[in-house]
């Protein structure tokens, strides 16, 4: 499915089913053994959006990795639960350190303004499409969770001028925020993606926090993932190859774009994150490249 510029979705289509299909892993991860993470409401969101195969794989009807022998399937809940776990602690850090205002872009099924532990005052903002938003809102009102810290959601395109939208929703640009780019950077166009790095920079006050991570070769290696499991998913009435969705075209690494305006910048490739968490990142040959993914964090200087 090719994509073009004002293209809509919601969670069942397009990119949108690809927020869809994560928290199905955060619901499988979330029940393992000795869990990374805890997202008691992975599942009742994947439900709700009703796509047969994830409902199956969260109801334990079927297996991520049933008929995979890449390891592919495996590797995404793996992935899944430490990315998940990378990014609760940047928040979790970030609060520590004083920031009491959080922006979570292209949000999808996140529930981290439900479900961290956010201090006394804290603004989360969730940015995403409209049909997005409005369904995990009201589903999770539905389901009675209550968010943990004032939740303010800005229905925009991330493509669009979100900057507008946010400061009409109440975003303060004089106090520190920390903002999340999570499972995003390869759905947008490259130049929209360092125009995303230009708009995070312009409304973050010194002490601003950022975490996202990237693949240097922009998703390449994951195409290969994706390719991998479509044929076993379409068996099961998913049929989306997720490497369609994402934009092709040369990027500037994020690391080095955010150095040269002011970030502190510190990365580290993706088996140094698993070891942190006490996990092993073990990939056969042909998902090698998988290893190359980085994890960024970054933290803005004095001069704004
Ligand atoms: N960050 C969430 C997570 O990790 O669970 C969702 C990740 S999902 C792979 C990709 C998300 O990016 C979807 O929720 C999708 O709607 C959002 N997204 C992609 N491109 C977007 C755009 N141009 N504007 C707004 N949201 C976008």
Request: hydrophobic share 45%.
């Amino acid at each position: 499915m090719a994509r073009t510029d004002g293209d809509r979705w919601d969670l069942a289509s397009s990119v949108g089913s690809t927020a869809t299909m994560v928290a199905a892993a955060r619901a499988v991860a979330s029940r393992e053994p000795d869990p990374l993470i805890q997202d008691p409401y992975a599942a009742p969101l994947v439900r709700a959006v009703g796509l047969d195969f994830f409902t199956k794989v969260v109801d334990g009807q079927i297996s991520f990795d049933d008929g995979d022998d890449s390891g592919a399937a495996r590797l995404m809940t793996d992935v899944m639960a430490v990315r998940t776990r990378f990014f609760d602690d940047f928040f979790i850090e970030a609060a520590s350190a004083g920031v009491r205002q959080a922006v979570i872009l292209a949000s999808g099924l996140d529930s981290r303004a439900y479900r961290l532990d956010w201090p006394a005052g804290s603004v989360v903002y969730e940015i995403d499409q409209p049909a997005v938003l409005e369904f995990k809102t009201t589903t999770m009102a539905a389901i009675g969770a209550a968010p943990a810290a004032q939740l303010r959601t800005v229905a925009v395109d991330l493509r669009e001028d979100w900057p507008k939208a946010l400061r009409d929703n109440g975003f303060d640009d004089t106090a520190a925020t920390a903002w999340s780019a999570e499972g995003l950077l390869v759905y947008l166009p490259p130049d929209a993606q360092d125009r995303l790095f230009d708009n995070i920079t312009a409304l973050s006050a010194p002490g601003s926090r950022l975490a996202t991570e990237y693949h240097p070769d922009a998703g390449a290696s994951i195409g290969a993932r994706t390719r991998a499991l479509r044929e076993q998913w379409a068996g099961h009435g998913f049929d989306v190859d997720v490497s369609e969705l994402f934009y092709a075209g040369e990027r500037t690494p994020p690391a080095d774009y955010l150095a040269a305006v002011g970030w502190r910048v510190e990365t580290r490739p993706r088996p140094e994150v698993f070891a942190g968490y006490g996990r092993r990142f073990d990939v056969t040959d042909d998902l090698a490249a998988l290893r190359d993914s980085l994890a960024l964090t970054a933290i803005k200087g004095d001069d704004r």
